[in-house]
Structures are given as structure tokens and as C-alpha cells.
């Protein structure tokens, strides 16, 4: 997952800010559909009012999006919602932001999306892990904005029978989210900033360039 950003005149208007994927997934007028059965990458905000959102009823799978603002994920709150008395095992994964990278200090994460898609994703991506696995509730939740070090960005919760079913669906959601979710990361340093891409992401790209390589500016004192 990437951006490329336009600028406004207005430098710093984040409200201005248009963001561009690198993928020809994103290029396309937000108005179509995608052909050969990819409806679940509809563009078209208006569509798919059936996903899922935190007044959902008990027994459907709950989808996220948290806007800048919101404070740290309620990480009982999902676990609680995958609650089942017919569950063996609850799984969950929670990603957080780490203090370095590769000798340099991380002060935050920040996370920017094309929400109405991300939310429709998402729910694909749950749908996709019941087919393949014998799970009694799901829940997803993934911040925007800034995530200080330390803090949580995703989280996914899993309920199943067996355990074996719970891990692996949790497994299979995050490495989607990665890879196929419109939701874009910029990790800030004490000394600069850059744009990041998930691995998964690079693995599904034709070439495996990217697009953020230019994305990095360093503070010279």
C-alpha cells in the first residue's frame, strides 16, 4: 500500500491534499465497478451500506475505521464482541508502532486511507477468512492519523471452535490488510520522515519497485 500525494496551494492543507494510489486498482474513476467479479473493490462510496460498523448487532463481525482524533483502539471492546459461549478459542493480533527502525528513533506512525474502499476491503477480507475457516466472530479495527510509539494502529479478533481456525483467520486478515487495503503509512523520525510499503504489498506488485522511494526528507540542522 502507497500514496502519491498532490499538494494544494495551500501548503499544509491536509483537507486539500488528493491522494493518488500507485496501483492501477486506484486510478480508475471512483464510480466504477471493477470488472470480472471484483465487486468487492467497488468504488463507489454510496454502495454497500450492509457493511458492518460499531452499532452492528452481536452477531456480526464488526469493521473499524477509526478517524484521527478517536484515541487508542478499545482493544476489550473487540475482544468482547467475538465473545461466543460455542468459541474454544479467541485469537487476536495487535500492531503497534515501534520505537526504531534500523537505528533510527520512530516518534509516530501516521496512517492516512480512501475510507469508503478500505471499509468495503475490509469486509471483504472478512468474508474471505469465513470461507476458508470455521470462525464464530471476527473484528477488525484500524486507526487513522498519528499512532505514537507504542501505541496500537490494527487490531483483529477471531473466534472459533478450535484454536488452529482462530490463529490462522488472524493471520490471513492482517496479511490482507497489509497487502490489499487502501490505508497508507508514513513512519516519522526524530530527523525525517517516509513514506512506507508493506511487504505484502511489494509481493503483489508486478515489479516490486513501489512507488514511495522519492517519499523521504531528512531534516538538515
Known amino acids: 500500500m502507497c500514496a502519491r500525494k498532490l499538494q494544494s496551494s495551500e501548503e499544509g492543507s491536509v483537507g486539500s491534499d488528493v491522494i493518488f494510489s500507485c496501483r492501477l486498482l486506484f486510478s480508475s474513476p471512483p464510480n466504477l465497478i471493477f470488472p470480472h467479479g471484483r465487486d468487492d473493490f467497488d468504488l463507489n462510496p454510496m454502495a454497500g451500506d450492509e457493511l458492518p460498523d460499531a452499532a452492528a448487532a452481536a452477531d456480526e463481525d464488526l469493521v473499524e475505521i477509526l478517524d484521527e482524533g478517536s484515541g487508542r483502539l478499545d482493544i476489550a471492546r473487540y475482544v468482547d464482541h467475538v465473545r461466543d459461549l460455542a468459541a474454544g478459542a479467541i485469537a487476536t493480533f495487535e500492531g503497534t508502532t515501534r520505537d526504531h527502525f534500523e537505528g533510527r528513533r520512530v516518534v509516530e506512525l501516521r496512517y492516512e486511507a480512501y475510507e469508503a474502499m478500505a471499509r468495503?476491503?475490509?469486509?471483504?477480507?472478512?468474508?474471505?477468512?469465513?470461507?476458508?475457516?470455521?470462525?464464530?466472530?471476527?473484528?477488525?479495527?484500524?486507526?487513522?492519523?498519528?499512532?505514537?510509539?507504542g501505541e496500537a494502529s490494527v487490531f483483529v479478533a477471531a473466534s472459533a471452535v478450535h484454536r488452529a481456525d482462530a490463529m490462522e483467520a488472524c493471520r490471513y486478515v492482517i496479511d490482507e490488510i497489509k497487502a490489499s487495503v487502501p490505508i497508507w503509512k508514513k513512519e516519522v523520525y526524530d530527523d525525517g520522515e517516509v513514506w512506507k510499503e508493506n511487504r505484502e504489498f511489494l509481493d503483489r506488485t508486478t515489479d516490486g519497485a513501489g512507488c514511495c522511494g522519492s517519499k523521504v526528507r531528512v531534516n538538515e540542522s
Open 120 to 149: 468495503r476491503r475490509l469486509a471483504a477480507i472478512l468474508r474471505e477468512a469465513r470461507a476458508a475457516h470455521a470462525l464464530r466472530r471476527l473484528a477488525v479495527a484500524h486507526r487513522l492519523g498519528a499512532v505514537p510509539a
